[in-house]
């Protein structure tokens, strides 16, 4: 039986589509209780059942978060002042293991989930460039694998490979990255299924679950490494 948030969905990607094309407060302030009652309030009961889902695949609690409207004007030249995507994360709070977050996306014309690290710290992103020397063909095969491919997000990746490794590194492409994350669409047929659209979020999210296992474990045993690398 259907969960009714495929509603959700629906009004979601009409309010952002029509949100890009007025991105004013003069347009949105009248209809800031919609978007509070009709897209934020069922958003968060979404992301609350979705991390029940994900503690219960993961075996780690996951808290749930719901991105606020307003975007961050401070440091950039954008001054449009709302997001135009209705976006969620859950993450296991757990830092210090490096921990993937999960996310989920409504944009007026997509729906993506996406795992992943947005920024390694200096030394989290030692413990990356170490397991991708080592481990770099079985992350290469679980990326490949994942039915997604990886995000654009956080920090630009380097341009040259860091020392100390090779630049003809069989891996360069990831060694010069400082996040990791990747991002694949809603499974197709979901509406179909007729199971709804937290079953079709858990669904895709459980293909991003080997993905997420291996940076965790991996990242976790790499605690130290020879090489002193530059970021």
Same mark, same amino acid.
């Given at each position: 039986?259907?969960?009714?948030?495929?509603?959700?969905?629906?009004?979601?990607?009409?309010?952002?589509?029509?949100?890009?094309?007025?991105?004013?407060?003069?347009?949105?302030?009248?209809?800031?209780?919609?978007?509070?009652?009709?897209?934020?309030?069922?958003?968060?009961?979404?992301?609350?059942?979705?991390?029940?889902?994900?503690?219960?695949?993961?075996?780690?609690?996951?808290?749930?978060?719901?991105?606020?409207?307003?975007?961050?004007?401070?440091?950039?030249?954008?001054?449009?002042?709302?997001?135009?995507?209705?976006?969620?994360?859950?993450?296991?709070?757990?830092?210090?293991?490096?921990?993937?977050?999960?996310?989920? *996306?409504?944009? &007026?014309?997509?729906? $993506? #989930?996406?795992?992943?690290?947005? /920024?390694?710290?200096?030394?989290?992103?030692?413990?990356?460039?170490?397991?991708?020397?080592?481990?770099?063909?079985?992350?290469?095969?679980?990326?490949?694998?994942?039915?997604?491919?990886?995000?654009?997000?956080?920090?630009?990746?380097?341009?040259?490979?860091?020392?100390?490794?090779?630049?003809?590194?069989?891996?360069?492409?990831?060694?010069?990255?400082?996040?990791?994350?990747?991002?694949?669409?809603?499974?197709?047929?979901?509406?179909?299924?007729?199971?709804?659209?937290?079953?079709?979020?858990?669904?895709?999210?459980? *293909?991003?679950? &080997?993905?997420?296992? $291996? #940076?965790?474990?991996?990242?976790? /045993?790499?605690?130290?490494?020879?090489?002193?690398?530059?970021?």
């Amino acid at each position: 039986m259907s969960d009714g948030f495929a509603e959700l969905l629906d009004r979601a990607q009409a309010f952002y589509g029509q949100l890009a094309q007025n991105n004013t407060k003069d347009w949105f302030e009248p209809r800031k209780d919609q978007w509070k009652t009709d897209i934020e309030a069922p958003a968060k009961l979404l992301a609350e059942l979705v991390a029940e889902e994900i503690s219960r695949m993961t075996g780690d609690p996951h808290t749930p978060k719901v991105f606020r409207i307003h975007r961050d004007l401070r440091f950039s030249n954008d001054k449009t002042p709302y997001k135009t995507q209705l976006a969620m994360l859950w993450s296991s709070g757990d830092a210090k293991d490096l921990a993937p977050v999960f996310y989920f *996306g409504i944009t &007026p014309t997509d729906t $993506f #989930l996406g795992c992943g690290i947005r /920024a390694f710290e200096k030394e989290a992103l030692m413990r990356y460039r170490a397991m991708v020397d080592t481990w770099g063909d079985r992350l290469a095969k679980l990326i490949a694998g994942s039915g997604g491919h990886i995000a654009d997000i956080g920090p630009m990746p380097l341009k040259r490979v860091p020392r100390p490794y090779d630049a003809d590194h069989p891996h360069a492409d990831l060694l010069k990255r400082k996040s990791l994350a990747l991002r694949r669409m809603l499974p197709d047929g979901w509406r179909a299924d007729g199971d709804g659209l937290v079953a079709a979020i858990a669904n895709g999210i459980e *293909g991003l679950l &080997p993905f997420r296992q $291996f #940076l965790t474990e991996r990242l976790s /045993a790499h605690t130290e490494h020879p090489h002193q690398v530059s970021t």
